[in-house]
């Protein structure tokens, strides 16, 4: 018990539920289901990639081009239904997915087989794929007006009084601590980050864990392209641009270490409700854009503060994580 008291996720919860309620006492339609379904909805995408995220920077590395991938992804999926809109809809959601793995695939391919750092692969790689949206629609963009029925109307759907996109976070955010928790590849993610000779010495492929990061980076960032596309109703070269520093941090108030080998699937989405909070909270107090980014700011910096100061571990620490995979040497 004492250790939960402790953990970085209880007492970020704890901070949550005290500020929606202080919000709440004085603006009370910040807590009207409403309005929190709105912000769960809003929020939904930056829970799905702040998870993919968080899978990559256990590995010691950083994906800059998650926005540019949910733009191009997103854009590709919203040309499908544009020019073919007899095709089912798991189809279109498939082009996006499909379209965001092979993005992912090609960093991951830069990153594990070259061995270049991962942010100039993924800096580099930003640029391009927001370049390509700008190739393929000529500078163009796509309409609701030219988009199916059905692709727009999936992520506004309800059921049991929760959104599409809060369901499909529901199921991520499962499938992902089922993944980071109980599967010896998620497992080696921490290893991998942790000590990445260690891990070596157990048998880990670290360019395969690597690889496998982007992959499930570049993917979950192709759904997240289709829902962001289908919701707002507009596809082109600028949208979510700037969106990654949103969610690495995300990552960060979250717990989870830029060093590597250090993060959960509830830090990441504690870290992502945060910042949706945060972000609905200001405009409903009426606080002007200006000091919006500068809170925002300054609660970015104290997280990274607050980790910087957390981080004390020695690289030995792998060494249970190596048991647990059944490959350590007594």
Do not use: H
């Not at 939960?4 to 209880?10: A, N, P, T, V």
């Not at 109307?153 to 976070?169: N, Q, S």
């Not at 990654?244 to 870290?271: K, Q």
């Not at 002007?288 to 981080?311: C, D, H, K």
Request: glycine fraction near 12%.
């Amino acid at each position: 018990m004492s250790a939960l008291l402790k953990s970085r996720e209880f007492i970020l919860a704890v901070v949550l539920a005290a500020g929606i309620a202080l919000i709440g006492i004085y603006q009370p339609v910040f807590v009207e289901w409403d309005n929190l379904s709105d912000m769960l909805t809003e929020t939904s995408v930056l829970f799905m990639m702040a998870l993919a995220q968080m899978v990559v920077i256990l590995t010691r590395g950083i994906d800059l081009s998650v926005a540019a991938n949910l733009a191009l992804s997103g854009f590709l999926a919203a040309l499908v239904s544009q020019y073919y809109p007899g095709v089912p809809l798991v189809l279109m959601i498939l082009a996006g997915v499909l379209s965001g793995l092979v993005l992912g695939m090609v960093n991951g391919a830069l990153v594990a087989v070259l061995g270049i750092p991962s942010i100039v692969v993924t800096l580099g790689t930003l640029a391009v794929y927001r370049g390509m949206i700008i190739i393929i629609a000529g500078g163009d963009q796509v309409n609701a007006s030219e988009m199916g029925v059905s692709f727009q109307a999936f992520p506004k759907d309800v059921f049991l009084g929760v959104t599409t996109p809060i369901w499909i976070a529901i199921v991520v955010s499962i499938l992902f601590w089922v993944f980071l928790s109980l599967t010896r590849t998620g497992r080696g993610f921490y290893a991998v980050g942790g000590n990445p000779i260690a891990a070596r010495y157990c048998g880990i492929d670290q360019g395969w864990q690597e690889f496998l990061a982007y992959s499930i980076s570049g993917a979950v960032s192709g759904l997240c392209g289709y829902l962001w596309v289908a919701r707002y109703g507009v596809a082109y070269s600028e949208i979510a641009n700037g969106y990654e520093l949103t969610v690495i941090a995300a990552c960060v108030i979250g717990g989870v270490s830029i060093g590597g080998g250090v993060g959960t699937v509830p830090g990441a989405l504690l870290g992502a409700l945060f910042l949706g909070i945060v972000n609905t909270a200001l405009p409903v107090l009426q606080i002007t854009p200006f000091w919006q980014m500068a809170i925002s700011g300054a609660v970015i910096l104290a997280a990274v503060v607050i980790n910087a100061r957390a981080e004390r571990r020695p690289d030995k620490l792998i060494l249970p994580e190596a048991r647990r995979l059944g490959r350590a040497r007594p």
